[in-house]
C-alpha cells in the first residue's frame, strides 16, 4: 500500500520470459482477467488501463495489457479515481502500469 493506491512488484511474481503483463494481471491477488479482456479488481471492473499514467493507444485495455512485455513492467498500482468528490462510492477503478525506466 502506497497512501490510497495499491501497489505490485512486477519482479516478484515468476512468468515465462515472454509473458506479457496481461499474464501479470492474471497472477495478482484480487484481480481478474476475464477472456472478453475485460478486468476487474475486487469484483469492480476497471475501467482504464494507463502506462506511466497515461492512456496507451487511446486506453484499449486489451492493447496495453496483450502488447507490454512483463520484463518492461516495474510495477502495477491500482487505484479509486473518484468522480464526485461528495460521493466517495461514486468512484472508478484504474490500473496504471509503471514502466522500468530503460523500458520506457
Same mark, same amino acid.
Given at each position: 500500500?502506497? #497512501?490510497?493506491?495499491?501497489?505490485?512488484?512486477?519482479?516478484?511474481?515468476?512468468?515465462?520470459?515472454?509473458?506479457?503483463?496481461?499474464?501479470?494481471?492474471?497472477?495478482?491477488? #484480487?484481480?481478474?482477467?476475464?477472456?472478453?479482456?475485460?478486468?476487474?479488481?475486487?469484483?469492480?471492473?476497471?475501467?482504464?488501463?494507463?502506462?506511466?499514467?497515461?492512456?496507451?493507444?487511446? #486506453?484499449?485495455?486489451?492493447?496495453?495489457?496483450?502488447?507490454?512485455?512483463?520484463?518492461?513492467?516495474?510495477?502495477?498500482?491500482?487505484?479509486?479515481?473518484?468522480?464526485?468528490?461528495?460521493?466517495?462510492?461514486?468512484?472508478?477503478?484504474?490500473?496504471?502500469?509503471?514502466?522500468?525506466?530503460?523500458?520506457?
Amino acid at each position: 500500500m502506497n #497512501g490510497d493506491t495499491l501497489e505490485f512488484n512486477a519482479d516478484a511474481f515468476h512468468l515465462d520470459p515472454n509473458a506479457v503483463a496481461e499474464d501479470l494481471l492474471r497472477k495478482l491477488p #484480487g484481480v481478474v482477467v476475464w477472456g472478453d479482456g475485460t478486468i476487474t479488481v475486487h469484483g469492480r471492473e476497471v475501467s482504464r488501463v494507463l502506462v506511466n499514467g497515461k492512456p496507451f493507444f487511446g #486506453g484499449d485495455t486489451k492493447v496495453a495489457t496483450q502488447n507490454l512485455p512483463k520484463k518492461a513492467v516495474e510495477k502495477v498500482q491500482v487505484y479509486q479515481q473518484s468522480k464526485n468528490k461528495d460521493n466517495p462510492l461514486d468512484s472508478i477503478t484504474e490500473v496504471n502500469i509503471q514502466l522500468k525506466k530503460a523500458k520506457r
